[in-house]
C-alpha cells in the first residue's frame, strides 16, 4: 500500500510543477503584451515638460543676461584698476574710449593695454565715453552704466583717487 500512495505522490507532485509552469509561461505571455507607455501617458508627460518649459525659459534668459551684464561689468572694472596701473608704472596719461560698435561696447585703452569687447547682451553705456588716468593714477570722478539687453542696470564709479567700483544699481552709493 505504501507502494501505491508512493507512486500516487510521485505522479501528483508532478502535477503541481506543471500547472505552475503553464501559469509562469501564460504570465510571461501577458506581461510582455503590456510593456511600454499608452498615448495618454506619454502625451501628459510632453505636456508637463512644455509647460515647465515656458516656466522656465524666459528666467533663465533673464538670469543669463544679469550674468552677462555682471561679467561685463567686472571685466570693464578690473580693466580700468590695470589701465590706472599702467599709468602709473609708465608715467604716461592713459585714455580709456567706450564705444558701441554694431551693438556691441568696445573699449580702447589706448595702447596701454589690449582693446576688449564686452559681452553681447550688453547693448549700451551712458556716461563719458572716456576716463583718462593721469601720471599718478589719478582721475576725474565719474560714473559709467552699462545696460543690458532687458534695461538691467550696472554702474561703475569711477573716484577722483582713481579707485573704481561697481554695483548692481543705476547709481552707486
Known amino acids: 500500500m505504501s507502494l501505491a500512495y508512493g507512486a500516487i505522490g510521485m505522479a501528483l507532485a508532478h502535477l503541481p510543477v506543471a500547472m505552475c509552469s503553464r501559469r509562469h509561461q501564460s504570465g510571461i505571455t501577458a506581461a510582455r503584451s503590456q510593456v511600454g507607455f499608452t498615448l495618454i501617458e506619454v502625451m501628459i508627460a510632453v505636456a508637463i515638460v512644455g509647460i515647465l518649459a515656458m516656466v522656465a525659459v524666459p528666467n533663465y534668459l533673464q538670469w543669463n543676461a544679469r550674468y552677462q551684464l555682471k ?31 554694431s551693438g556691441r561696447v568696445n573699449v580702447d585703452f589706448g595702447g596701454a593695454l589690449a582693446p576688449i569687447v564686452l559681452p553681447q547682451a550688453i547693448v549700451g553705456f551712458t556716461g563719458g565715453p572716456t576716463v583718462q588716468f593721469t601720471r599718478q593714477g589719478l582721475s576725474g570722478a565719474g ?17 577722483p583717487a582713481g579707485k573704481v567700483n561697481w554695483c548692481a544699481r543705476a547709481t552707486c552709493p
Open 71 to 101: 561679467q561685463g561689468t567686472t571685466e570693464l572694472a578690473g580693466s580700468l584698476t590695470l589701465a590706472r596701473m599702467a599709468a602709473m608704472n609708465r608715467n604716461l596719461a592713459v585714455t580709456v574710449t567706450l564705444s558701441l560698435v
Open 143 to 159: 560714473l559709467l552704466t552699462l545696460v543690458s539687453q532687458q534695461g538691467t542696470v550696472y554702474s561703475l564709479v569711477i573716484t
